[in-house]
């Protein structure tokens, strides 16, 4: 009981502190998911702290932190997407630094340094094409879709979880999460899909047939990063990926479905709905 109450608590703290910063303004909102990039790609390079495998942290940060700056401008406006090519000499030079590390596996260790920008910064950079979505036919910050994905992510979570506690009986992966329920998954799936029927009301540019084939592709999507994050927990043989959010563990634990469901919306919305 006293561990529910913990991660309700912190849940509930969670979401004001990031509704509070993706609404005041532009600024908050890059300084907010700056933060969780940095703390992702912490606690994902600490996984390796026990193995022979020793990936970049410092370029592992920079090149991440550029390319969701670059990507936020290019969302905004600011300039054009030609300058994202200007992240091809740092990816360049991570395995050139590898000369100079001395490092026992340099193979692996820039594999993970790479890996960690395609798992953790490419995902939430394609965020800011959510807050400067084309859907709204403007460049004014608009974060009514992002804060929609959360809704359903989170809807999602909530269903699965009360519905597999009830009803769950047969194992959705057990060999990577034995909690999780196909009865959980679906059920929450359905909610999930019942919650987009409101969301036209919010959210008029987007026709609600777009919304129930969204919110299908965001929760399945989601579980499957969920179950990556697992995978590569039981890899390490650990819990949680960090402690830094009491009662959820860490950034990576509590944002795992978002990394897979970002790339899945963006791509639906502009082959569709733009």
Known sequence: MKK?????????????????????????????FLLI???????????????????NKFFSYLVSACLFLLSFLIAKGTIEIKYLLALLPLLIVIMAAELYRKKDKPLEN?????????????????????VYSH??????????????LFALIWIHDSGAYLVGVSIGKN????????????????????????????????IPEIKLIHWIFISILVVVS??????????????????????????????LDRFDSLFFAVPVFVVYLELFVV
């Open 222 to 251: 989601a579980t499957f990063g969920d179950l990556t994050e697992s995978m590569f927990k039981r890899y390490f043989g650990i819990k949680d990926s960090g402690n830094l959010l009491p009662g959820h563990g860490g950034v």
């Open 4 to 32: 529910l109450i913990t991660r309700t608590i912190t849940g509930i703290v969670l979401v004001l502190v990031m509704l509070t910063a993706i609404l005041v303004s532009e600024y908050s909102f890059v300084a907010l």
């Open 135 to 148: 859907v709204f036919n403007d460049n004014h910050f608009t974060p009514k879709l992002l804060i929609a």
């Open 37 to 55: 990039l940095a703390a992702g790609i912490n606690e994902f390079i600490s996984l390796f702290a026990q193995s022979e495998v020793k990936p």
């Open 110 to 130: 820039i594999a993970v340094t790479l890996f960690s920008i395609l798992y953790l910064a490419v995902p939430l950079s394609l965020i800011n094409f959510l």
């Open 171 to 202: 194992r959705l992966f057990e060999r990577i999460s034995p909690k999780k329920s196909w009865e959980g998954a679906i059920g929450g799936t359905l909610i999930a899909v019942g919650a987009s029927y409101f969301i036209p009301a919010f």
